[in-house]
């Protein structure tokens, strides 16, 4: 499909909604509105929102915050995961014995978390980049793990017959091949640690994203709640869309991965 | 034959048996007690029936498997570990996928301590040599079969081992790609002879590359039962060499012993399989 088509296509799903949702909110039909605006606001109202959030600049302070979460979530959870990553996978009687304690730890549902982070870390930014860390620490972790079990043997092999050390075979293989299973959980480990951030954010805290709708909510505001998701949606995909850049830079040598770059 | 007293073997298998334990508690015996020698600069060609272990031989020859009984000679002393004096070349893919064809030879010498400008600079030469010189920048993927395997030649003879040892390496490629790296095989050979262990199921390339041709019987516990000299004058074209009327002769001593192998393990494998 030409570019410009699936662009004009993807505004248009846009538009549809988006009158859908102001016919119903905001035309009366027989002197009635379908849906109360109380509860489901209008699409003009969210954008008049969002407009103002910007243009007196208080959304700001929230949007760095909440991103500085999301970073130091992701780079702390992805070192742990690698680094442990690392070790289980080049040492049987560390994963073996470890094993149910890791399978345990990941089925807890990280929410139950918050509440306890919060008494640890306090109502700052550290107790939501710890829930961030919780979920982008098993999701690299169980990618690296796999990635250096399931090096190629006969790369492996190969690179012995070089010569390599182990210091080397890390270097030019293991490391390689656990980074591309870290990049292919990429996009779903830098959601989880926005989703962290955001859901710590929610629970407690006097700044964030998370912050913004919950105060919204805890006054009725809907309009405001609709705002900071907006907001927030605008984020992801900036986030997504950044990511996205830096995956096409380091994995250029898989297949197929160019044929994303070279058309743009 | 190659096996003078005044210069040691580049490699000497002496009574090498390999057994793999089954998971059922049993063993098997893949390989019987061997003795194989190759002479410095000699081209030696193992053929012999599928499954019949003489890859295992060649993976005692590089140390990637220790033998069950014998041991195992590189000029002379016994070999401990991974055999440093060889190349091995695979018949799978074996180049780094996230590396360039360049940095794959190039990283080659890197456990040899060669600093990297060098090391690149000499790669660039070697990829020259194997006919890839504007394909120094590609990633394997964006090479053909072919290609990939002059990469890996080169990754290999850059380090300069005395001894080459290959397991079926032109097996995946197609009829006329497999000339075209069985004479550059020869060109580069040629320049400075290295002993070769060359494993192939196909005998007609044996015959065309080796000096000698080593025939295993079928497995379990395979063992050499044949040993011809290939009495063709070098250099040798693959494609040409094979309509002379002395080919003819060497291919139908050796496929009269080779053939009844061929047909009894392909009766196991039926047995087996039914």
Not at chain 2, 213 to 241: C, H, K, Q, T
Request: glycine share 10%.
């Amino acid at each position: 499909m030409n570019r410009w088509t699936l662009f004009a296509l993807r505004v248009g799903v846009a538009l549809v909604l988006l009158t859908a949702w102001h016919l119903l909110t905001a035309v009366p039909v027989g002197g009635k509105k379908l849906l109360d605006p109380f509860f489901f606001s209008t699409p003009i109202d969210v954008l008049a929102r969002v407009w103002k959030d910007f243009y007196t600049g208080t959304i700001w302070r929230h949007l760095g915050i909440t991103l500085l979460e999301t970073v130091l979530a992701f780079v702390t959870g992805a070192v742990g995961g690698i680094v442990f990553g690392f070790v289980f996978a080049r040492s049987a009687i560390v994963a073996a014995v470890f094993d149910p304690y890791i399978k345990a730890a990941n089925a807890l549902p990280r929410v139950v978390l918050a509440p306890i982070f919060m008494l640890w870390f306090g109502l700052g930014i550290w107790s939501k980049v710890a829930l961030g860390f919780t979920l982008v620490f098993f999701i690299v972790f169980f990618n690296v793990y796999q990635g250096v079990r399931e090096v190629s043997p006969t790369i492996l092999a190969n690179a012995r017959m070089l010569g390599m050390n182990e210091r080397q075979l890390l270097r030019h293989v293991y490391w390689p091949a656990a980074l591309t299973w870290m990049f292919s959980s990429l996009h779903t480990s830098v959601g989880f640690a926005l989703v962290g951030a955001v859901v710590g954010e929610y629970m407690g805290s006097s700044a964030g994203l998370g912050y913004k709708i919950h105060e919204a909510e805890s006054v009725f505001d809907v309009t405001g709640v609709f705002a900071g998701m907006v907001v927030l949606a605008g984020f992801v995909i900036i986030i997504d869309m950044f990511v996205t850049a830096v995956e096409n830079r380091l994995l250029v040598w898989r297949p197929g991965a160019q044929s994303t770059t070279a058309q743009g | 034959m190659g096996d003078n007293t005044s210069t040691p073997a580049a490699v000497a298998l002496r009574a090498v048996s390999i057994s793999f334990r089954l998971t059922d508690g049993g063993t098997y015996d893949a390989v019987a007690p061997t003795d194989l020698v190759v002479a410095p600069g000699e081209f030696v060609a193992i053929v012999g029936p599928t499954g019949c272990g003489k890859s295992t031989l060649l993976n005692v020859a590089a140390g990637l498997v220790l033998p069950s009984t014998g041991r195992t000679e590189v000029f002379g002393k016994p070999l401990a570990g991974l055999n440093g004096d060889s190349g091995y070349l695979f018949q799978q893919d074996a180049l780094m996928p996230w590396k360039t064809a360049i940095d794959n030879v190039a990283v080659a010498l890197e456990p040899k301590g060669v600093p990297r400008p060098a090391a690149l600079e000499r790669a660039r030469a070697w990829l020259d040599r194997v006919g890839l010189r504007v394909f120094a920048e590609r990633y394997p993927h964006m090479l053909s079969g072919g290609q990939k395997k002059r990469v890996a030649l080169a990754q290999i003879l850059i380090r300069d081992p005395t001894i080459l040892l290959m397991d079926e390496p032109f097996g995946p490629l197609d009829a006329q790609t497999r000339q075209i790296m069985g004479n550059l095989l020869l060109d580069l050979w040629a320049q400075d002879r290295k002993a070769v262990l060359f494993v192939t199921h196909d005998l007609e390339e044996a015959i065309a590359l080796a000096d000698r041709v080593v025939v295993m019987s079928a497995g379990p516990a395979a063992r050499i039962v044949g040993d011809y000299p290939v009495a063709l004058e070098r250099p040798r074209d693959i494609a040409e060499i094979r309509t002379e009327p002395r080919f003819h002769e060497i291919h139908k001593a050796i496929w009269a012993k080779l053939r009844g192998e061929v047909q009894k393990a392909y009766a196991q494998g039926e047995g087996r399989s039914a």
